[in-house]
């Protein structure tokens, strides 16, 4: 799993997660507006986008569903992040792979990543 986009509207979070996803020799592509994710999305399909669920003016959790049910993405794994797990507590009716609580550790957020990674090497098999 190599190109990840991240979708968040803090943009200290995407040049970190830029940092550290490079550093881990990712492919790494940060949107903090949904036209540039939209833009992306006709141009590339990233193995894992991560969608914070209050992006902008617009609620993640809705673009993530939006995604799941496009033929195109139903491959790409979706894992949702917020700072309110109350929001993050619905998460399988959207369609999103897994869930990531703000804040998070970079050794917790890598390890879910090489857990999606297997699980798509499990499921080519």
Do not use: W
Not at 92 to 106: R, V
């Amino acid at each position: 799993m190599s190109n990840i986009l991240i979708a968040d509207d803090s943009q200290d979070l995407l040049e970190m997660l830029y940092l550290v996803f490079k550093r881990n020799n990712f492919t790494i592509f940060t949107v903090n507006n949904r036209a540039s994710l939209e833009e992306y999305l006709q141009r590339i399909i990233p193995s894992v986008i991560i969608i914070d669920a209050y992006f902008r003016e617009h609620d993640g959790r809705e673009i993530c569903k939006e995604l799941k049910q496009n033929k195109q993405f139903k491959n790409t794994h979706i894992i949702l992040m917020s700072g309110n797990p109350k929001v993050l507590q619905d998460y399988k009716d959207y369609y999103a792979d897994d869930i990531l609580e703000k804040p998070f550790s970079i050794e917790y957020l890598l390890s879910k990543i090489e857990s999606l990674s297997n699980e798509a090497t499990r499921s080519n098999k």
